[in-house]
């Protein structure tokens, strides 16, 4: 057979479905597309992005197969695909920094967009979907580190709900639909597993349909000249009868160029994943483990560095509404400035503003990654009330010490030299604090400290504050009255037996070391 | 542009390199065997250190304490430590939503006896270890020869009829501080002579002693919240 003859046959094929779906006329224009022939490597960032996206399903989609979303087995199933899965930690590998690729990639992309003013007409809603694209992506990444159960995982759920906490009025309520109860449980990964690979890749499929649409509907922006003025009124004819006549088409073209950084992107990939392997699961902890140190995953470590440097009385209004701000302004972007000069050097407040907003991120992620989180996620179980805080107690600050153990204090908390580091040493705090201080400290939390309020009864509030009430030290005389009864303005006081597991680690993950 | 047999070289060298030996592989950590001296040791290390530890350390009632052992039944400590005890306690089993399954908790018991039970099986001393309901108007009389001289108000041990701290006790902890005593704490155990009751109390006369403390709780006991603790 000669060689027009074989490729009569395998066309053939191809024609059929051609007649019948007309799918290479439909997607062909994908291909031959003209684009400027300026566009370079500045333009490459955005298919990176696609790639990773792609990634992300693909390895997504084989773990799916794996993984069990029980609170009770995921842990397990994750070790499992580590340890008896041929290259399955590879998978999960690939799965992690493969996200945080994408991310990264985004951030870029936008950065790029927004510095060659490419958002401005006819493109403002290609932007805007690449905003909500940003926060899809950024609620994957949030979802799928719950999707590990493991510390840190309860870590970030547990601040991501100590913030939606203080949604005033509706906190309880909103709470409750983020953990799928009062507290972090079995309905609370159910909850972020129908999230993470149902509901939120669905979104970010469509989004990416319509991003791209808007992609071959508006073309691409050229490089930005400075001169060059954006005139909404004009501009689609002008830039249509450029492309016709000086654009090329994106296949070879400009395709090549996204191949050749996509391939430089996979190829880090795969060396990250292979070189620093998957992240977590962190500890289900054991013996060697007590001085685990969760923090949240890299995209959000500047919101945690950002939460640890502010002064707590503004806590609850940044916390709640800088996101708020921040979104709106994003989406807003392109309204605020969508014609006039696109080039960096004419727009010089906008490129300071660029690089203010990319130091602060890193700053602040810097901030994040030093700040002293060091909770010791077992401390509450692992670490005993030393004996100089015990002897001379009447039985109720015993159980009130107990309820310090119970409640996770001492995850946070230091006492004679042991415990978390997240919050300060209480060793003292009798000095520093009256009981009604100290009540108030509890139940509204603040400064990073959860609050209390809600998860324990009066009870134990009591009992705990009377135990503090006795931390000082032992030379200075003990001023607590016997039998000094305390006021308190206790909100809702929870059933006696509903323990608390509303940050840190629950029972069932914190006391693990036995089941492995 | 990018030249195709490099390209593919490299790929081989990573190929060859084998997958299994990257160093991104995570590591097995090699399991402690069930039942050992250091799977129990770590276990209770992780697990039950924070509340029970031992002499004046820890503010529940100490577990390495061969007093402690000497009365306790395997029984009693296995449904303990499976469904939890009153408030404060955490239960363990799985199927309550804790971390260990009956096995592990058999063994973890059986562990902890042959570390710090010094020999004894349990069971020894002439008083259960658990708690039997008693008669409150008896116990009035119990608790004003035995109790009162360090548990009177203003007495120098602390109210015990608090209802605050009642609420997070059960009537089984109040049985325990009350046999077992804490001796670091100056505590009595009344499972032994005391100066005026030379041979402690009777089993009667403990389960009065609670029956009437209990009476200053404000609701119902705790001890009937086993099941739904640490959910």
Known sequence: MNRDAIIKLLKQPVQWVEERTGVIAFSAPLLTHHVPRSAKWWYVFGSATLMFFTIQIVTGVCLGTMYAPSASNAWESLRYIDEEIPLGWMLRALHGWSSSAMVVMMAIHMLQVFMHGSFKYPRELNWITGVFLLLTVLALAFTGQVMRWDQDAYWGLGIGAAIVDRVPVFGDQMRALMLGGPIIGGET?????????????????????????????????????????????TYRKEFEERMHKTGVPFFPDAAQRDMVFCGVCLILLVFLAAYYGPFGPGGMPDPTLINTNPRPDYPFMWIFGAVSLLPPASETAIMLISPVIGIAILVAVPFLSNSGERAPSRRPGMMLLAVFVVMAIVALTWEGVTSPWSPVMNGWSALPTPTQFVKGRTPLQMQGAVVFQYAQCRNCHELGGFGGKRGPALDEIATRMSPDQIVRQVQQGGGNMPAFGKNLNSAQMTAIVDFLSTLRPANEPDSTIPGAQLPLPIKSPLTLNEPFTGTGVPAEIATGASSR | MLRIPNFFSCLLIFASIGCDRMPGKPTVATPVAIGSSAWTQSTFDTNCRGCHSQGAEGAAIPLIDAGYWK??????????????????????????????????????????????????????????????????????????????????????????????????????????????????????????????HPNGLTPTEVADVVSWIAQARPVSPANNQNASNAK
């Open chain 1, 189 to 233: 990964l159910n909850r972020f597993f129908a999230l993470h690979v149902f509901i939120l890749p669905g979104a970010a499929i469509g989004l990416v349909g319509i991003h791209m649409t808007l992609i071959m509907k508006n073309g691409i922006s050229e490089m930005p000249k400075p001169g060059e003025i954006v005139v909404p009124s």
């Open chain 2, 71 to 196: 009365v306790a039944t395997d029984a009693q400590v296995i449904q303990v430590i499976s469904h939890g005890q009153g408030v404060l306690m955490p239960s363990y089993l799985e199927s309550n939503g804790g971390p260990m399954s009956a096995e592990q908790i058999a063994a973890f018991v059986k562990g902890m006896r042959s570390l710090w039970g010094a020999g004894s099986p349990g069971g020894q001393g002439g008083i259960s270890d658990v708690v039997v309901a008693g008669n409150a108007d008896a116990g009035a009389h119990v608790f004003a020869s035995a109790c009162a001289s360090c548990h009177a108000a203003g007495g120098s041990a602390g109210s015990v009829t608090d209802p605050m701290y009642l609420k997070l006790i059960s009537n089984q902890g109040l049985w325990s501080a009350i046999v077992y005593g804490r001796a670091a704490l100056a505590s009595p155990a009344w499972n032994e002579p005391m100066p005026n």
